[in-house]
C-alpha cells in the first residue's frame, strides 16, 4: 500500500495556542485528503475533506475557523488548531487518496493534549 | 442519516480460535467495505477490503463477506494469535464518503 506520514505524533500544547499538524502523502499525488477526529475508545469521526487547491469542506458541527484546513500541495495538507483549549485534546487522524489508489491511506496519527 | 453498526463491541478469543466480527450498513448506494486494524496510539490500517460486486474475499488468515441484500458484512480471523489484539474497525464507503463501524475490541489469550 501508500505511505501517509503524520507529524508530529504527540503535542503538548497550552490552552489558546495553535497548533499545526502536517498529514503527507510520500508515495504518490493526494488529490484528496480526510482529517478525521477519534476520542478514546470511539470510533473515526471526519472533521473536513480537502482537495488539493480549494478550500475544505467541512461536516457539520466542525467549526472551520477553529480548525484551518490547507491543502496547498498534491502530497501534503495542514490542519492548525487555533486557540486550542482542554476540550480540543483528542487523537487526530489524516488519511490521503489519490494516484493509482482506490483507497485512502491513514496516517499514524496526532495525538493532542492541550494543557 | 446513514450508519454503520458494528458488533460486538469487545470480543475476547483464545489463542488458535475464530473470531468474528459483523457489521451491518445503511446507505444502500455503499460499494466499498474496508476493514482496520488500530493498535494503541496508532493510526487504522487497512487489512482488507471488499467491493460490491464480490461475495467473499480471503487473504491467508483473514477472510470478509458480503451479503448486499441483507447490507451486513463481516470479518472472519482464524487462528488468532496475541498480536491480532487491537481494534477493529469496519467502514462502508461510497465515493469519498465513508461511514465507521464504532469499533471492536478483540483481546486475543495467550
Known amino acids: 500500500g501508500a505511505v501517509v506520514s503524520q507529524h508530529p505524533s504527540r503535542v503538548i500544547c497550552k490552552s489558546g495556542t495553535s497548533v499545526k499538524i502536517e498529514c503527507r502523502s510520500l508515495d504518490f499525488q493526494a488529490t484528496t485528503m480526510f482529517w478525521y477526529r477519534q476520542f478514546p475508545k470511539q470510533s473515526l469521526m471526519l472533521m473536513a475533506t480537502?482537495?488539493?487547491?480549494?478550500?475544505?469542506?467541512?461536516e457539520q458541527g466542525v467549526e472551520k475557523d477553529k480548525f484551518l484546513i490547507n491543502h496547498a500541495s498534491l502530497t501534503l495538507s495542514t490542519l492548525t488548531v487555533a486557540s486550542a483549549h482542554p476540550e480540543d485534546s483528542s487523537f487526530y487522524i489524516c488519511?490521503?487518496?489519490?494516484?493509482?489508489?482506490?483507497?485512502?491511506?491513514f496516517g499514524q496519527g496526532t495525538r493532542l493534549t492541550v494543557v | 442519516g446513514e450508519n454503520v453498526e458494528q458488533h460486538p463491541s469487545t470480543l475476547s478469543v483464545q489463542e488458535g480460535d475464530s473470531a468474528v466480527i459483523k457489521c451491518t450498513y445503511s446507505d444502500s448506494a455503499s460499494n466499498y467495505f474496508p476493514w482496520y486494524k488500530q493498535e494503541l496510539g496508532k493510526g487504522p490500517q487497512l487489512i482488507i477490503d471488499?467491493?460490491?460486486?464480490?461475495g467473499e474475499k480471503k487473504d491467508q488468515r483473514i477472510a470478509v463477506t458480503l451479503n448486499k441484500t441483507a447490507k451486513h458484512f463481516s470479518l472472519h480471523i482464524t487462528e488468532t494469535q496475541p498480536e491480532d489484539s487491537a481494534v477493529y474497525f469496519c467502514a462502508a464507503s461510497y465515493g469519498f464518503k465513508t461511514i465507521f463501524g464504532a469499533g471492536t475490541r478483540l483481546f486475543v489469550k495467550a
Open positions: 480537502s482537495n488539493e487547491g480549494s478550500k475544505a469542506t467541512y
Open positions: 488519511s490521503a487518496l489519490g494516484g493509482q489508489w482506490t483507497e485512502a491511506f
Open positions: 471488499i467491493r460490491s460486486n464480490v
